[in-house]
């Protein structure tokens, strides 16, 4: 069974910087799109970033595009999420997720076969 762990998260001033990573403990990583998604309190969950198998087909979300960027290694099955610039409205719980293997990642959530449990992101004002 596949699974994703995030890590990360924290807390930190407006203007501050976090990297997330995620692992993925299964063997398929390397065939798999992979993306970012948040949900605020209150809010459903959003869209963050996604990026291609080979690293391309990179998207980002109009409200983090210029200050996030999600990257890749295959070697080490992980995906990353780092966020420069953080406002207080990018308070979320993180989580990524991973597509089935060989399909292309898309910014819809029921699209994605894996999720990780989370890992909470605080910006303080």
């Known amino acids: 069974q596949v699974q994703l762990v995030e890590s990360g998260g924290g807390l930190v001033q407006a203007g501050g910087s976090l990297r997330l990573a995620c692992v993925d403990s299964g063997r398929t990583f390397g065939v798999k799109g992979m993306a970012w998604f948040r949900q605020a309190p209150g809010k459903e969950r959003e869209f963050v970033a996604r990026?291609?198998?080979?690293?391309?087909?990179?998207y980002y979300a109009d409200s983090v595009k210029g200050r996030f960027t999600i990257s890749r290694d295959n070697a080490k099955n992980t995906v990353y999420l780092q966020m420069s610039s953080l406002k207080p409205e990018d308070t979320a719980v993180y989580y990524c997720a991973a597509s089935p293997p060989f399909k292309m990642p898309t910014e819809w959530a029921h699209d994605y076969a894996s999720w990780g449990q989370g890992t909470q992101v605080t910006v303080s004002s």
């Open positions: 990026i291609g198998r080979s690293g391309d087909n990179i």
